[in-house]
């Protein structure tokens, strides 16, 4: 069984990939990062789901509040609510997804694995820049030349299978893999139960997915 | 004054780094990991010379051994002598360096810093991957992709001063911006003095690269 890394938040997005991957026949390592995220308690989401799906799951201490200020950990700045503006906005997390990427590509090359899934999209997202194709096609470039594994057998592919697919695209295609999305967080700013905000970036864009793709939201809001 | 962020373990390299980068005005901001390395004794040099510097010292506490095995942090795996082979030898940590660039681009970005110093070299070293050029131009360019700074302003630079210098060439270089090396620790299982090998790949590198330069090596050695 070939082995992969699925950057695994306890989202939406990340779950369809874990699923899809466990779909395609793949061992699987879900990763997990706990960052001083507000909604922390979707690491209790991811470590229900990683074992749903027999996946082995690490979640890794970042010390990124060392240095950084973000809506998504600094309890001095709200969570704002969406606006669609094309503006990055105040939860961008400075070069997240490329810390994120780079471990999950010290542990594929540990476990000799050449996959690495990243549920990013560019279609129905927060405008960040680390969720667009030229991102991933850079990092995996990158990723072929960092480390002893790529240099010698090249070939670490970095898949985003959802990077070209609208939110109701991922949730259709999710729910056809037989995802319960009831036990998935998106929110930033999730309670202690997990309920969502209903409002946030990752609330809104959830929501009109379920709604386009013309399914019976599951998500617990907190009113 | 410009802002630079320099990937600093107190080692030869690294301490010759941020020399540089001060004497060229930058305003500079070291930044060092914890990442189970038995040669921690580093983290103690690095705090002195930072100081000397007067540069800002970050030590962040990364958990790499939650899944990654190498002679640099394993104490199971003993560091070998050096052997001038051209294979990646077992002190290779899987994606080192993309994971300390990753955190470098973190912090730039949070403090407006468009400059990250790391002090590789493709000339006297190990044989890692993550210290050739073509590894910094993939990350330069993934760099300005993958951030908002990036993609507003563009122009994120990663420097490698070293890459083309011999150890010697670094070592004069160093010393005309006047670095006691004495105190700059390199040794892959230094002791808790401080005290170096003389035998690992690192130690062997250094010697080395004092006794071409023609200076006496003031380092401090075991026996």
Redesign the interface.
Known sequence: MKKVIVLFSGGLDSTTCLALAASRGYECYALSFSYGQKHSIELEAAKKIAASFKAQH?I?????S????SALTDQNIDIPHHTGSTQ?PVT????????F???A???A???NAKDIFIGVSHIDYSGY??C?P??IQ??Q???N????????EGNITIHAPLINLSKAETIKMGLELGIDYRITISCYQADNQGKACGYCDSCTLRKQGFLIAGVVDPTSYQS
């Open positions: 690490l890794m201490d970042l010390p990124i060392q240095y950084q200020h990055i961008y997390v400075p070069a997240r997804n490329t810390i990427l780079a471990f590509l010290g542990w090359e540990t476990l820049p680390d667009r030229e991102f850079a990092f470039r990158m990723a030349l960092a480390t002893k594994m790529g240099v010698e």
